[in-house]
Every structure is written in C-alpha cells, then in structure tokens.
C-alpha cells in the first residue's frame, strides 16, 4: 500500500529546533498537498500545518514557531520546528488528501506516513 514517509523526529531539549521530512509515493512523478498532524498519547490527532500550491496554514498552537515548505527539486516537504516546548512532544504523521501527477491530474488521495516521533525535554 503507497503511504508517505516521514523522517527527522528525534529527542531534543526545550528551546531546540527540529526539522521533519515528508516524500511522497510517486515524488518523482507526481506533487502533493501535505499535512501534517500529531498525536500526543491520550490525545487525538490534530491538525499541525498545511502546504498546498504554496498556501500555508497553521494551528494556533505552532504558528511563529513551525514554517512547512515544499522543495520541489528534491521533491519533500519540510516542517521546520524552532523553539519546540514540552507540549510539542507527540508523534507526527504526514498525510495527503490531494495528489497530482501528469497521468491522472489532480486527484483525492488519502496517504498517511508511519509517523515520526518528537520527544521534548524540558
């Protein structure tokens, strides 16, 4: 089953930068809109940050913080986490709702990664 791939979680200190890496399935062939998301244990999934054709969101709790952006050359999105705090620790899934590729245009998806795992000390 195609599914995305995240990378770059890792144990930090609070304060400490982290930056996580998103590709797609198909990247050489085809583009995708990212989310990210993360799930803290005994917590639900919520929504993190959002990268599609260069429109950006974010929740609340990351903004000024977190910046996602796509590099198409090497075809991965990045979620770039500065001053990262205790609460940030979770696991953080990428996942596409909405993919592109030159066979089939625009099309829905559904794609979710493993997860990567943020653990922060403070």
């Known amino acids: 089953q195609e599914e995305m791939v995240e990378s770059g979680g890792g144990s930090v200190q609070a304060g400490r930068s982290l930056r996580l890496s998103c590709v797609g399935p198909e990247a050489r062939f085809c583009k995708y809109a990212v989310s990210w998301y993360r799930q803290a244990p005994g917590k639900e999934r919520e929504f993190v940050s959002s990268i599609d054709e260069g429109d950006t969101k974010y929740s609340d709790s990351v903004k000024g913080r977190f910046t996602i952006s796509q590099d198409n050359a090497k075809e991965t999105v990045y979620l770039q986490m500065n001053s990262l705090q205790a609460e940030d620790t979770a696991m953080y899934y990428c996942?596409?709702?909405?993919?592109?590729?030159?066979?089939?245009?625009?099309?829905?998806?559904?794609?979710w990664g493993q997860g990567t795992q943020v653990t922060v000390s403070s």
């Open positions: 996942e596409s709702d909405k993919t592109w590729c030159a066979w089939s245009g625009w099309i829905e998806s559904n794609l």
